[in-house]
């Protein structure tokens, strides 16, 4: 039991760790990228994922984040909540086996849909950030095939609810399967299918291409009309965050 203890406490410390330098990354991206500048691919994510011409054409003025032009507003997008025209939109980057990434799933997404998504205020778009390993990026896929059939949010919430407080999930190819029976997926066989698929990692590779060139190292991020929000922050940060960012508007 000792040595459970001292290896918890590691993992615990690592964490913290990853969280601040992830901070320090973000804070110092900000402070030495003048909006603007040559680094585009921080501003517009390359394909035809990427912001509209007139989206990025209102995102290049001096005096706004570079951060400010990241959500794509897909009008139909499955793994966005939101009307795509909500004066406030928050971009997170999230992986499946994060812990925190589980707490704010189960503790603060619920009341900021509440508060905001159903009155039209806040569009949420979410950004697979698969970092701890090959079950988190089999699992990104998972999320990704459970979209396909108009699923993913009743599937998303289904791994982050059964999540530990500590650690990471077991997630196998057979747990996955197994929450996919339990949020009811339509076609099973397509499913199953659908997680021997890579070209449903391509969509997965854009979100960790666009989280990189911003300097995301950690879940969960997130980017409210510009403004980085790093981990799992309680529900008064996020809440002074989206009613700041709907005042300027």
């Given at each position: 039991?000792?040595?459970t203890s001292?290896?918890?406490?590691?993992?615990?410390?690592?964490l913290?760790?990853?969280?601040?330098?992830?901070?320090?990354?973000?804070?110092?991206?900000?402070?030495?990228?003048?909006?603007?500048?040559?680094d585009?691919?921080?501003?517009?994510?390359?394909?035809?994922?990427?912001?509209?011409?007139?989206?990025?054409?209102?995102?290049?003025?001096?005096?706004?984040?570079?951060?400010?032009?990241?959500?794509?507003?897909?009008?139909?997008?499955?793994?966005?909540?939101?009307?795509?025209?909500?004066?406030?939109?928050m971009?997170?980057?999230?992986d499946?086996?994060?812990?925190?990434?589980?707490?704010?799933?189960?503790?603060?997404?619920?009341?900021?849909?509440?508060r905001?998504?159903?009155?039209?205020?806040?569009?949420?778009?979410?950004?697979?950030?698969?970092?701890?390993?090959?079950?988190?990026?089999?699992?990104?896929?998972?999320?990704?095939?459970?979209?396909?059939?108009?699923?993913?949010?009743?599937y998303?919430?289904?791994?982050?609810?059964?999540?530990?407080?500590?650690?990471?999930?077991?997630?196998?190819r057979?747990?996955?399967?197994?929450?996919?029976?339990?949020?009811?997926?339509?076609?099973?066989?397509?499913?199953?299918?659908?997680?021997?698929?890579?070209?449903?990692?391509?969509?997965?590779r854009?979100?960790?291409?666009?989280?990189?060139?911003?300097?995301?190292?950690?879940?969960?991020?997130?980017?409210i009309?510009?403004?980085?929000?790093?981990?799992?922050?309680?529900?008064?940060?996020f809440?002074?965050?989206?009613?700041?960012?709907?005042?300027?508007?």
């Amino acid at each position: 039991m000792p040595n459970t203890s001292r290896r918890t406490s590691k993992r615990d410390l690592t964490l913290v760790a990853v969280l601040v330098v992830a901070a320090i990354g973000l804070i110092t991206y900000l402070v030495v990228s003048p909006p603007g500048g040559d680094d585009g691919a921080a501003q517009q994510p390359a394909g035809p994922s990427g912001p509209s011409a007139s989206q990025s054409e209102g995102s290049a003025g001096a005096d706004e984040s570079p951060l400010s032009g990241l959500a794509r507003r897909d009008e139909g997008d499955p793994t966005a909540l939101g009307p795509v025209d909500a004066p406030v939109t928050m971009v997170m980057y999230s992986d499946y086996r994060c812990p925190f990434c589980a707490k704010f799933s189960r503790d603060i997404e619920p009341e900021l849909i509440d508060r905001y998504v159903d009155s039209g205020q806040l569009r949420i778009e979410w950004r697979d950030f698969p970092i701890f390993g090959e079950q988190s990026e089999m699992a990104a896929r998972a999320g990704r095939a459970a979209a396909e059939q108009g699923r993913f949010w009743e599937y998303n919430r289904a791994i982050y609810e059964d999540s530990p407080e500590r650690g990471h999930p077991d997630l196998t190819r057979e747990v996955l399967l197994d929450y996919a029976h339990e949020v009811g997926m339509p076609d099973m066989e397509t499913f199953t299918a659908d997680l021997d698929d890579p070209s449903l990692d391509e969509p997965v590779r854009e979100d960790l291409r666009q989280g990189s060139s911003i300097g995301v190292s950690s879940t969960p991020t997130f980017v409210i009309n510009g403004e980085p929000i790093l981990g799992a922050q309680p529900l008064d940060t996020f809440v002074e965050v989206i009613e700041g960012a709907a005042g300027q508007q």
